[in-house]
C-alpha cells in the first residue's frame, strides 16, 4: 500500500510562483521516479515534469525555464517550483510515483488525488 500526498495548489496572479509538494508513504522499497502531470478542463493530462532515480529531469517544453523539479530522497518527497506562473498553467496537478513496494519488489505506477492550480490573468 502506497499513497502520495501532494499539497501547495492554490490561486495565484500571473506572474507569480508556487511551490507544490507530494510525499510518498507506504510499503516503499524504492521510489524509481516521481514526477508531475496537469490536466486542465476538457484537455488530456499532460507531463509537466519527471524526476527519475540518479537525478535525471524532463520538462515540458511549455514550462522549460519557469519550472524546477526537485526531490528529497530521503522524504520520498518531490517538489515543483512553479515561477512566472501564466493563465495557461491553470489545472488540477497531480503527483506520480513509479515505486517498488516492499515484499514483492513489484514495481507499480500510483497517482495523487490532485492539487489544484489556479492563475488569475
Known amino acids: 500500500q502506497v499513497q502520495l500526498v501532494e499539497s501547495g495548489g492554490g490561486l495565484v496572479q500571473a506572474g507569480g510562483s508556487l511551490r507544490l509538494s507530494c510525499a510518498a508513504s507506504?510499503?516503499?522499497?524504492?521510489?524509481?521516479?516521481m514526477g508531475w502531470y496537469r490536466q486542465a478542463p476538457g484537455k488530456l493530462r499532460e507531463l509537466v515534469a519527471i524526476f527519475s532515480s540518479g537525478g535525471k529531469t524532463n520538462y515540458a517544453d511549455s514550462v522549460k525555464g519557469r519550472f524546477t523539479i526537485s526531490a528529497d530522497n530521503t522524504k520520498n518527497t518531490v517538489y515543483l517550483q512553479m515561477n512566472s506562473l501564466k493563465p495557461d498553467d491553470t489545472a488540477v496537478y497531480y503527483c506520480?510515483?513509479?515505486?517498488?513496494?516492499?515484499?514483492?519488489?513489484?514495481?507499480?505506477?500510483?497517482w495523487g488525488k490532485g492539487t489544484l492550480v489556479t492563475v488569475s490573468s
Open positions: 506520480n510515483a513509479n515505486i517498488k513496494e516492499y515484499f514483492n519488489y513489484q514495481n507499480m505506477d500510483y
Open positions: 507506504g510499503s516503499i522499497f524504492r521510489v524509481n521516479a
